[in-house]
């Protein structure tokens, strides 16, 4: 007996309903440490989509921790995903099978970013910015200095026009000099930041001093359109390739 095309249509929903939307589901949490209030939807027909292709996958949460990142809102939307729906439906995980395009826009409170700074990621990143600055700047002689010494990020305020960050340097003897870094952020082009002014001090080694504009490059499969600092919180929004 051939199925009526209700039916069938019937048939293909409770398929996204109860297999593929809860593994998508799990997928998403599986990616971070932490997230509350996540909402996703999945925009497509049901033909495309039992083909294991997703025309579009919208996402909001709260509260994401990503790898130690603490994020308030995300709001994303990713494009033409193509996932495992054959593996998915004999129980297996979810799998995206090429680069997912993304575009949305993030919130980061200042308390995010206080909360974030223990994070290796972003804890080596800026201890690898600030050696990369004084390896630059041959007058302040301090490559050695820093070298031999641990860097723990403490505090992180965001204003207007720039973030002070500061820190402690300890040597193995546990004696502490205070490093602070005051910096504005600019685009410079949709996969480029620049640090602009930018002032370091280290006490007691180094009086507060001005040095050049610096750049990070973040990678081909990032593109930024806004990047917005006020008080108290950081705003971006842009496109990025999510990699399998």
Known sequence: MSETPKASKSKKSRVI???LSPALQLWLRSQVEQIEALQFKLIGGD???LS????????TANHAVYQGLHLSKIQLEGTDIRVNLGQVIKGKPLQLLAPVPVVGQLLLQQA???ASLQAPLLSKALTEVLDTLLKSD???NLVDYISSKQVTWQQIDIDAEQLTLRGN?????LRTAQVVIRAGLQLVTPSVL???PLQIQIEPVLPAKNFAAFQIDLGRDVELQELTLSSGQLICSGRLNVIP
Do not use: M, Y
Request: aromatic share 0%; no cysteine; glycine share 4%.
């Open 138 to 140: 041959e007058t302040t």
């Open 194 to 196: 620049q640090l602009n």
């Open 17 to 19: 309903s109860t297999v």
């Open 52 to 59: 294991g292709h997703i025309p579009t996958v919208t996402v």
């Open 169 to 173: 340097l300890a040597d193995a003897e």
């Open 47 to 49: 033909r495309q989509i």
């Open 112 to 114: 995010d970013l206080q």
